[in-house]
């Protein structure tokens, strides 16, 4: 994922798209470390539904596979497949790495978890299609730009990401977010990060629904910001579609299909 950040750094790419969730393996611990020190804006998201396989050469049988390979994330969606047929999981970078090093090493034993796309590129079988734990099984991506893009404060179904540090106070963090609830702001995401080396939470990344220059965003941000020592306000993008946020199923409304077609054999 960092090459990917440096790229629009660097001018290279011009957006990033990055998982950030999963309806089974939750977070991606991957994006939520880069985030704060990435020096991007988030700018939109996207569901989309993830289809993984297992992959091999051809000639391969499924009773010969003690390893399976692939990201971390991905495997955490196929734990019954593998818990069923007894493989061990072996972590890799990402799913195209797993299926290029299945190709590589030529042991009979590995295997790969990856998407038909991956198989396809290094000239691999599908032995098993479709083996993650949930048919409906959606991930959750951040578009990532150099320079925010901010809507317009009247558009409807906006969502605001925030990352905080809390002052360290009893009930500092109870107080800081209390303004959402008090304001009527929809608070859909707090997660906690470990900083400083030490197991204590004191920043926190939150999501939630409203634009910041709305009257009753900015009485909540005023109240936050009593009861913090830093705030950042990581993106203000629309949602993907009230559908995708709702239901983890892979319908999409017909104007996100060609969006879709695009994207959705990308890695996970």
């Given at each position: ?100 090093l299945i190709k590589q090493k030529g042991n009979r034993a590995d295997a790969a978890v990856a998407s038909d796309l991956a198989a396809e590129t290094y000239g691999l ?38 990352m905080f540090e809390v002052r360290n106070t009893p009930g500092a963090l109870f107080r800081a977010v209390g303004g959402f609830a008090e304001n009527g702001i929809n ?72 969006f879709v077609a695009r994207l959705s054999r990308c890695r996970p």
């Amino acid at each position: 994922m960092l090459e990917v950040v440096d790229a629009v750094r660097n001018g290279t790419a011009d957006v990033a798209v990055l998982p950030c969730e999963n309806v089974l393996a939750g977070r991606v611990p991957d994006i939520h470390m880069l985030l704060p020190d990435a020096g991007l804006s988030i700018v939109g998201e996207i569901f989309l539904p993830i289809e993984l396989h297992l992959v091999a050469p051809d000639g391969w049988t499924l009773s010969q596979i003690k390893r399976v390979h692939s990201h971390p994330v991905a495997l955490r969606q196929v734990q019954r497949f593998l818990k069923s047929h007894g493989l061990a999981a072996v972590e890799e970078s990402n799913t195209a790495t797993a299926a290029s090093l299945i190709k590589q090493k030529g042991n009979r034993a590995d295997a790969a978890v990856a998407s038909d796309l991956a198989a396809e590129t290094y000239g691999l079988k599908i032995l098993e299609p479709n083996i993650e734990d949930n048919p409906f099984n959606m991930t959750r991506f951040y578009i990532l730009a150099s320079s925010p893009v901010v809507p317009a404060a009247e558009q409807p179904d906006i969502l605001t990401c925030l990352m905080f540090e809390v002052r360290n106070t009893p009930g500092a963090l109870f107080r800081a977010v209390g303004g959402f609830a008090e304001n009527g702001i929809n608070l859909t995401k707090l997660e906690s990060y470990l900083v400083g080396g030490q197991f204590v939470a004191t920043r926190f990344l939150c999501e939630f629904e409203g634009h910041p220059d709305l009257p009753q965003v900015r009485r909540a941000l005023d109240t936050l910001q009593r009861h913090t020592t830093s705030r950042t306000i990581m993106g203000v993008f629309p949602m993907h579609s009230a559908g995708s946020r709702a239901r983890a199923d892979s319908s999409l409304p017909p104007n996100d299909r060609g969006f879709v077609a695009r994207l959705s054999r990308c890695r996970p």
